[in-house]
């Protein structure tokens, strides 16, 4: 069964490479979606896959790259169609 989930991730997520780290994670774990910076310091990401595969996902966002420091983790349900790919968003 395919979902989709919007993450809004806090904490030192921003200047520390998360973005690239999320979009390996996702093509690692075979979702499709997006991630950029917010102004308020925090990272969003959208993903769509499996659910098996969501999750993995979101376990790579809970830890994050070396250097981060995440604080939380805020999931919701999201609208989004399978892409095929995970990019990096302004």
Request: charge should be neutral; charged fraction near 25%.
């Amino acid at each position: 069964m395919t979902e989709s989930k919007r993450y809004l991730v806090s904490g030192k997520v921003q200047g520390v490479g998360f973005r690239y780290f999320a979009q390996r994670a996702a093509q690692h774990a075979g979702v499709s979606g997006w991630v950029r910076n917010l102004d308020d310091g925090r990272v969003e990401a959208v993903a769509c896959g499996p659910a098996r595969r969501i999750d993995e996902f979101e376990q790579a966002l809970r830890q994050g790259p070396r250097a981060a420091d995440v604080a939380d983790v805020s999931v919701s349900p999201a609208t989004v169609s399978d892409t095929g790919s995970f990019v990096i968003s302004d």
